[in-house]
């Protein structure tokens, strides 16, 4: 359980802002550390694209969006050059590319376009590897247990060997902890302050990031750590022990976390030095589940030019692209004239992104009626608050600052918006704003989009305004919401179906690190919509929203390239589209059992993964994305006659 939060103007801490790096971002990409990065990596090195012809199997090439399947398919310098029958494809390819090998696919396997992330952060998630992960997942799978204890034993087996240094942890998920039983009956979640965490260990300073970065937590050690090397700190409190007593070690919101994060700044920056390397990690990660395009959902100068710098001396593993993060009327104003992505470069710009609120999960989310559980009261954040307007009532500032955006500056927008109150704020700005832009049609969207009414799918519909949904909400965090936080507001909760049905294009999105990399996970939990937490029943949220399986793949490839600008280069395999696909053990379409049977559907395993014609990921020479050895049926090469 989070403290009571104040609606303050830049309290953005969820992945979309993370607040570490928003805090420490002059040190972070000064230009001394830019250097460092870049000196560690060396030279880039680049394999020449393989000419190949595919066939056998199962090959999907989703053009127009269709699942239907071709017999053969053609690759060559680094684009797909034909699809089709098999002898058609062969007599072209001898014809034009007489030197190509054959690759045969046999019994279930699958080729797919290279899968789509839509909406992740990949700086931050690289830059916070070397912190202690006390998250509940373990790959694409929640945890077994997940409880004081067993984030305790991961704290104490981790204690760093290093004088001086504090124990800093992140994804500390207090709503996917057992949930504590009131004398009443009634549920709560966990609470986490600095006497819980002098239970796990009081002889070492602890900082825990928690998973929505709106509270970072601090034991009585750290906390006294913090005072004694902080003066802010010192200037707002008169002693230790009422700078203990009035946070209970819960540090909220950018003033209170700043001057904690200042104390151990310099060892964040220690242990940013091998972004690149933790790029290349989560890149590797990505590969192994499929995917082949990664969309940035927070970019700034600081993450364009690292992720520019990493670009320029590594082969391109996946390909990059994103939204430009718009935190204030002066970053709108500021905004130059857009243009619409013709060709692909890496890290390209395709929207501005504007943080409306927090997290569900967090207690952050903005709401129009208070949240279930503690504190009383609590209807979360929004980021844009104006004196004397009413809860309820739309900020005139927040309409001007998405009018800029959109009218003024006529960008493409994507805001983040969890709460029902802030997805009607949303709307209701993208209303006005669309109804003074005079511009060609712009791929705006709504990110998160949780809570959702058939009135607002109607606006939305109305307005080419798209969701992207953070389908973990009902997979990971769905039973934490029907129990505890939401009651049965929850059946609102990622209305996939109804959106599909009322005839709009939506995506399926991870917001990595805040859940796990991996498309196929994400295309099961819309399928299944079980809550995964429930800890005796198989139980599915609000079935009516499930998707098909068709659909869900759609969401992942074809339409998350066309909400991303991409949708001239990747989510397809037409004729003269990057040669960027996957190949996987099963095809994710023909699981031959009931829906339950795609509860498997993360774990197919992902034989290879190639991004322009060069094959990125070999199953063969690895394990696959949850570390177990997988036998691979072997895939038939050889060369042209």
């Known amino acids: ?130 912190w202690l992960d006390v998250s509940p997942f373990n790959g694409q799978d929640l945890l077994a247990v997940y409880d004081l204890a067993s984030v305790g034993a991961i704290i104490n087996n981790n204690i760093p060997k290093i004088p001086g240094y504090v124990i800093l942890g992140r994804g500390l998920d207090p709503s996917l902890m057992p949930f504590v039983i009131k004398s009443d009956g009634t549920k709560e979640l966990q609470t986490i302050d600095n006497v819980v965490l002098d239970t796990i260990n009081s002889e070492k300073p602890i900082m825990l990031l928690s998973a929505s970065m709106h509270t970072l937590y601090l034991n009585t050690k750290a906390l006294q750590h913090v005072y004694k090397n902080s003066s802010e700190i010192k200037k707002q409190y008169k002693t230790v022990d009422q700078y203990i007593l009035e946070t209970k ?63 320029e001396i590594h082969p391109e593993l996946v390909r990059t692209g994103g939204a430009f993060i718009c935190s204030s009327q002066e970053d709108a104003n500021n905004l130059g004239t857009y243009t619409e992505p013709d060709n692909y470069k890496p890290v390209y710009y395709g929207h501005v992104k504007v943080v409306s609120d927090g997290s569900n999960q967090g207690l952050t989310g903005y ?80 990110e998160h989009c949780s809570l959702l009414t058939s009135d607002q799918i109607t606006n939305m519909l109305q307005m080419g305004v798209s969701p992207s949904f953070l389908i973990g909400h009902v997979g990971y965090w769905g039973y934490a919401f029907k129990e505890v936080i939401f009651g ?7 209305l996939c179906g109804s959106t599909l049905a009322a005839g709009m294009r939506i995506t399926l999105h991870s917001d990595n690190e805040v859940s796990p990399l991996g498309p196929l996970r994400m295309m099961e939990q819309s399928i299944t919509r079980i809550m ?12 009516a929203e499930r998707l098909t399986p068709e659909q869900a793949l759609i969401a992942v490839t074809y339409d998350a390239a066309w909400q991303c600008y991409a949708d001239k280069w990747v989510g397809s395999l037409n004729d003269g589209y990057f040669a960027d696909f996957v190949v996987l053990e099963q095809d994710p379409l023909s699981l031959n059992t009931p829906s339950l049977q795609y509860m498997k559907m993360r774990n197919i395993p992902v034989l290879e993964t190639w991004v322009g014609g060069v094959c990125v990921y070999p199953l063969d020479q690895k394990k696959n994305q949850n570390g177990k050895s997988v036998s691979e049926k072997n895939m038939i090469m050889s060369d042209s006659l």
């Open 367 to 446: 709401q129009s009626a208070p949240y279930l559980c503690n504190p009383a009261d609590n209807t979360g954040i929004f980021n844009f608050p104006q004196a004397g307007i009413p809860a309820h009532t739309i900020p005139p500032s927040y309409n001007t600052l998405i009018n800029t955006v959109v009218a003024v500056k006529g960008w493409p927008l994507m805001v983040h918006a969890n709460g029902d109150q802030a997805v009607t704020f949303a709307i209701n700005a993208y209303q006005r704003s669309l109804a003074q832009y005079k511009g060609p049609e712009l791929r705006n969207r709504i």
């Open 488 to 494: 049965e507001k929850a059946q609102m909760l990622d």
């Open 532 to 543: 995964e937490k429930n800890p005796k029943d198989i139980e599915v949220l609000n079935s």
């Open 1 to 130: 359980m989070e403290k009571s939060h104040n609606h303050t103007h830049g309290c953005t801490h969820c992945a979309c802002n993370n607040p570490v790096l928003e805090i420490l971002k002059e040190e972070l990409f000064s230009p001394e550390n830019l250097g460092k990065m870049k000196s560690i990596s060396g030279k880039k090195t680049t394999q020449k694209p393989q000419t190949l012809m595919v066939s056998g199997g199962t090959i999907r090439p989703m053009i127009g969006g269709s699942t239907e399947t071709v017999e053969s398919i053609g690759f060559a310098n680094g684009k797909v050059v034909i699809t089709g029958d098999k002898k058609a494809v062969e007599k072209f390819m001898l014809k034009n590319h007489p030197k190509h090998q054959k690759k045969v696919l046999t019994g279930t396997q699958t080729l797919l376009p290279g899968l789509i992330e839509p909406h992740v952060h990949m700086v931050p998630t690289a830059m916070m590897s070397d």
């Open 249 to 311: 070690g819960q540090l909220q919101e950018s003033p209170e976390m700043t001057p904690a994060l200042k104390v151990v700044m310099v060892q964040i920056i220690a242990m940013s030095v091998h972004i690149n390397k933790y790029l290349t990690e989560l890149f590797q990660l990505a590969n192994s589940r499929g995917v082949t395009f990664m969309y940035d959902a927070g970019l700034n100068k600081g993450f364009e030019t690292l992720l520019r710098l990493y670009a």
